[in-house]
């Protein structure tokens, strides 16, 4: 199994990059260092000039693997839902239980997120800390529509239909299964914000996780019983 695991590799829509920087040493290099460099300065003042002098290399040689930054925003955002979704399925994958696969599907979404040694030149946890804060520049464009026919978005919104399959498969007389789904998947990213900088208008804190919240209000909505292992 742990052969299995290592060889894993998160497949994202090649619209996304001009070169896979999969391909590479240097995109890898490429995509480790911009998650450092976006966690340090902020996207907003994240350029591939600053990224560049950062691996040693021209701005130019970044510019092979990716039109502009707003394509490597949509990288690496997909590449972090495209690792929660893998998560999801191995967590998942043959538990018969409708209720007890939900309860996983909702603890991999909303749980503390530790670093993947399966992938060497990414580091989740940092790179979760900018798709809380980043993701919605991703989509709040104007180009948005034409990127989603284009499939930008399409495992975010996977992911998103696998936790409503398991909401219909716990309660199919529910009315709301994909609002409710998406509003666990975004929804953690908020209360994991409001945890770390807002915490007056959060319950979230060192002893009540997001995790705890998103269980409760999932399945008191559902009308099921919590205490299901």
């Known amino acids: 199994m742990k052969d299995l695991i290592e060889v894993i590799t998160i497949s994202l829509n090649d619209k996304i990059f001009l070169k896979n920087p999969e391909s590479s040493d240097l995109g890898k290099k490429i995509i480790k260092n911009s998650i450092l460099l976006i966690e340090e300065i902020g996207f907003a003042c994240f350029n591939f000039k600053k990224l560049g002098a950062k691996i040693g290399s021209n701005e130019s040689s970044i510019y092979r693997y990716f039109e502009n930054k707003h394509k490597l925003l949509l990288y690496l955002t997909s590449w972090y839902w495209g690792w929660v979704e893998y998560k999801l399925v191995f967590a998942t994958t043959n538990v018969e239980n409708p209720e007890i696969k939900l309860l996983k ?111 409760n209000l999932v399945f008191n909505a559902l009308n099921l019983s919590i205490d299901v292992r």
């Open 105 to 215: 599907g909702i603890e991999v979404i909303s749980s503390t997120v530790n670093e993947d040694s399966s992938f060497s030149h990414i580091n989740e946890m940092i790179l979760k800390k900018i798709v809380m804060r980043e993701f919605s520049k991703s989509y709040l464009t104007k180009e948005v529509d034409k990127e989603n026919k284009e499939g930008y978005f399409s495992i975010y919104k996977r992911l998103i239909n696998r936790i409503k399959e398991m909401i219909i498969d716990a309660n199919p007389d529910y009315p709301f299964p994909a609002s409710l789904a998406s509003t666990v998947v975004e929804g953690v990213m908020h209360q994991s914000f409001l945890k770390e900088h807002f915490t007056s208008i959060t319950d979230c804190n060192e002893t009540t996780t997001p995790n705890e919240f998103f269980t």
